[in-house]
């Protein structure tokens, strides 16, 4: 293949999101380090793009830099992705909890294969190779009181090193937990503007857990320098306990196809014993199938959210732990405090009627009679056995 066509192709591959949906060619002119664009982890990948709201792990900055906030102990992330014609993306990362954040390090490099060289009078004249590299380093601490109050922030600098010299960037984010909604915004690659931008770039998203188990999440991304936006969509569903399952589109709003099953992401994760291995396909539509593996470990410390959505019996035992520690709060007349364990418990199992009517027993403790008939509804919407909770509603119901 002849350089200008073989690059051609690389360049449209690397200069796509993490599901190369629409974006058509990045002029070189425009847009350097587009392998920021592919992240670092296959899990968002095989979602569509959509991770706003579900970064974590060391991985985290790739996609929103508040997510390294999750990590509770020393992890470590590699990866390598085929991108067809020789081509290949290598990633590494690490985190761990430093004082009061966790600090991560990612390195990123894309190698871009050996291609032809050619005189001036189009003779063979050997082989070449190129290689771009990102560094990124980044940190994440838990909001305080006055700043929202709850989730994450974060901020990373970058590197980025092409064949036109260096560049730094920096990008930061915000995540926020919701029961059981997430919330994630993230602003990446800003840097100066010279010979060529970094693919500066605006991301929105949320996640929500329908039940234990299955998660879906949804991002909407607005490029700075091209001006196309996207979005995405993606769940996964974990019908074990070390198995997760992942699918995902993202689709753009540009009439510059790349045709095929572009904008298609699967895939599925697995983790055993504080390993876990992360797969994920992507078309390139009619330009290659793409395959995408990440291997990554957590060592033992403080728990950190899980990559996979937590089964229905690990959520009942989690649960079931929370309603205890609500219970010994409340009998401490701690009833913020056993609230707060209440509300956790039910956000990781809604059905856990013990919670719910102990939600209730803080709120009315509280002196809050709606919130605490609303809570003793939903507790007997789940169990409406609860003979002697009826009564007691009843009571509380007819008092002036």
Sequence with gaps: MRRGALLACLLAATAQSATLADETLYPARQVRGALLLRGVTARPAAMGGAGAALADGAAAPAVNPAGLGTVGALSALVEYGSLGNGAGLTCAAGAMPAGPGVAGLG?????????????????????????????TAAWAVANPPWFLGRGTSGVALEVVSDAGGT???VSAGVALPAGAFGFGLA????????????????RAGAAYDFVPGLRAAADFGMPLVTRRPWVAAGAEYAPLA??????????????????GLA???????????????D??????????????????????????PSSTPV????????????????????AAGRYDEALAKSAEAVRVARAHWQAWQ??????????????????????????????????FVDQIRNQP
């Design 311 to 330: 089964t229905k019996s690990e959520a009942s035992a989690s649960a079931d732990v929370l309603y205890s520690e609500a219970a010994s709060l409340y």
């Design 242 to 259: 070390a198995l997760a399952l992942r699918v995902g589109y993202r689709l753009g709003f540009s009439s510059d196809e790349l045709g």
């Design 107 to 135: 390195v990123v490099a894309l190698m871009y294969g050996a291609y032809e060289v050619r005189n001036a009078a189009g003779d063979l004249a050997g082989t070449a190779s190129a290689t771009d590299v990102a560094v």
């Design 263 to 277: 904008g298609l992401g699967a895939g599925f994760g697995v983790a055993l014993k504080g390993f876990g291995l």
């Design 358 to 391: 102990m939600a209730g027993n803080c709120r009315w403790a509280k002196g809050d009679r709606p919130g605490a008939l609303e809570a003793y509804g939903k507790s007997l919407e789940i169990n409406p056995g609860n003979d002697q909770l009826k009564a």
């Design 187 to 202: 602003v990446q690659h800003l840097g100066p503007r010279g010979d060529g931008a970094l693919p500066a770039l605006v």
């Design 167 to 169: 560049l730094p960037g």
């Design 279 to 304: 797969y994920a396909f992507q078309p390139f539509g009619v330009l290659a199938l793409t395959h995408r593996i990440s291997l990554r470990w957590t060592g033992t410390g403080a728990a950190a």
